[in-house]
Every structure is written in C-alpha cells, then in structure tokens.
C-alpha cells in the first residue's frame, strides 16, 4: 500500500518553519477564527485562495466548487455563506472565477461528462443568458468571456441570497466582489466593484457586463 508520508514530512517541515518565524502563530490561531473575507472560488488545484492574496492562514474563510457557483438550491454553499456573514461577520464575499476554467470549457463543447453535466447546467444557462454576447467570438475568446459572465452571474446570485439581503436590512458592513485570476500571470482583475447593498446591485452589474 502506498502512504502519503511525504505529505506529513512537508506538512511538518511547513510547521517548524513557520514557528521559527512566528513562535507564537499556531497558539494565536488556534485561539479564535476573525476573517473579514469569505472566498467563493473554482476547486481547481492552481488557485488556491490565501497564496494568490498573500495572506496567512486564518484571513479567508474559503468555499469551494466546480466553477464557482452559487446554487439556490446548493445547501452546503448556502451554509458557508450563513456561517461567515451570521457567525463571523466577515466583512467582503469575493466570488473569485479564473481564466482557463475546466468546467467552463466542459459547460461550452458537447461531449459527454456525466454526472458533472448536472453542475454545469447552471454554466450552460449563463452562455444562453448571454448567447448573443457570445455569439460572434472564437473559441478562447468565448471561453474567457464566458469565464468573466460566470463571475457576474455569481455575484448577482450571492446578492440575491436570503441570508445577504437580510444582512444588508440590519445595516451590515458587507461587500459582494467579482474577481477573476489569470493562472498564466498570477494576476487578479476585478469584475464587479464591491456591492454594499441591493440598491447597487443594477448598476455594478451592468458596468461589469459592458466591460466584458
């Protein structure tokens, strides 16, 4: 049977070397959890959430899935944003898509992939919510555009939620954000500027569309 023990010798390697750093670290970690941002991003492996905004464990609380969706009906999604508005108050929901997304490649060809095809639905709704923006473009101009309108969507749907429209009501200090990663640079581009409330929600989305 193979083991995994390189993985525990880096894991341990990483321990010690941050304790060196910060000899302090782990007992103030473990001490309480305060992020002021929650993460909706793709589960692929190349984006992980904190290295791309250099911040340190315990400053993301992070959710994760096939594209970046926000499901109405995704009651594990729906719970990470009840938890980190409700539980703890973080103050920015950035739903972070990337270029040269794996789901949105498989949303936009016909083949077959079954199972993953129920999730990508909701990606082939967003392409025919927007066919006519996409209509005229090439392949990788499609991909990336459809990868942008993915982050848009999204955001309209965290907005949209019970739980953030309900935080808004109570006078909350909270921000939805797009974002999209380029892999090929490491750079993040913003989509949607910070919505604070659903007054604002209309005209972010519509200058994020007219940026697409």
Same mark, same amino acid.
């Given at each position: 049977?193979?083991?995994?023990?390189?993985?525990?010798?880096?894991?341990?390697?990483?321990?010690?070397?941050?304790?060196?750093?910060?000899?302090?670290?782990?007992?103030?970690?473990?001490?309480?959890?305060?992020?002021?941002?929650?993460?909706?991003?793709?589960?692929?492996?190349?984006?992980?959430?904190?290295?791309?905004?250099?911040?340190?464990?315990?400053?993301?609380?992070?959710?994760?899935?096939?594209?970046?969706?926000?499901?109405?009906?995704?009651?594990?999604?729906?719970?990470?944003?009840?938890?980190?508005?409700?539980?703890?108050?973080?103050?920015?929901?950035? #739903?972070? /898509?990337?270029? &040269?997304? %794996?789901?949105?490649?498989?949303? +936009?060809?016909?083949?077959?992939? =079954?199972?993953?095809?129920?999730?990508?639905?909701?990606?082939?709704?967003?392409?025919?919510?927007?066919?006519?923006?996409?209509?005229?473009?090439?392949?990788?101009?499609?991909?990336?555009?459809?990868?942008?309108?993915?982050?848009?969507?999204?955001?309209?749907?965290?907005?949209?939620?019970?739980?953030?429209?309900?935080?808004?009501?109570?006078?909350?200090?909270?921000?939805?954000?797009?974002?999209?990663?380029?892999?090929?640079?490491?750079?993040?581009?913003?989509? #949607?500027? /910070?919505?604070? &409330?659903? %007054?604002?929600?209309?005209?972010? +989305?519509?200058?994020?569309?007219? =940026?697409?």
């Amino acid at each position: 049977m193979k083991t995994l023990e390189h993985l525990f010798e880096r894991n341990r390697a990483w321990a010690n070397a941050v304790k060196k750093h910060e000899p302090e670290f782990f007992t103030r970690l473990s001490k309480q959890q305060a992020p002021e941002y929650l993460w909706i991003g793709c589960s692929d492996s190349r984006v992980p959430a904190n290295e791309i905004v250099n911040l340190p464990p315990g400053e993301v609380f992070v959710h994760r899935n096939i594209a970046n969706v926000v499901v109405h009906t995704d009651l594990n999604c729906l719970s990470v944003i009840h938890f980190a508005v409700e539980m703890l108050r973080v103050k920015h929901i950035i #739903v972070c /898509g990337h270029y &040269g997304c %794996g789901g949105i490649r498989a949303a +936009l060809d016909e083949q077959d992939h =079954g199972l993953i095809d129920n999730w990508l639905r909701h990606i082939k709704d967003v392409s025919r919510f927007n066919a006519e923006r996409l209509a005229d473009l090439g392949d990788q101009q499609k991909t990336d555009a459809l990868c942008e309108l993915n982050v848009i969507e999204q955001v309209t749907n965290v907005c949209n939620t019970t739980i953030v429209k309900h935080a808004w009501r109570r006078g909350a200090e909270l921000s939805v954000h797009g974002w999209i990663y380029g892999i090929k640079d490491g750079i993040l581009k913003g989509l #949607v500027e /910070g919505v604070s &409330g659903s %007054g604002e929600l209309e005209p972010r +989305l519509l200058r994020a569309l007219d =940026g697409v």
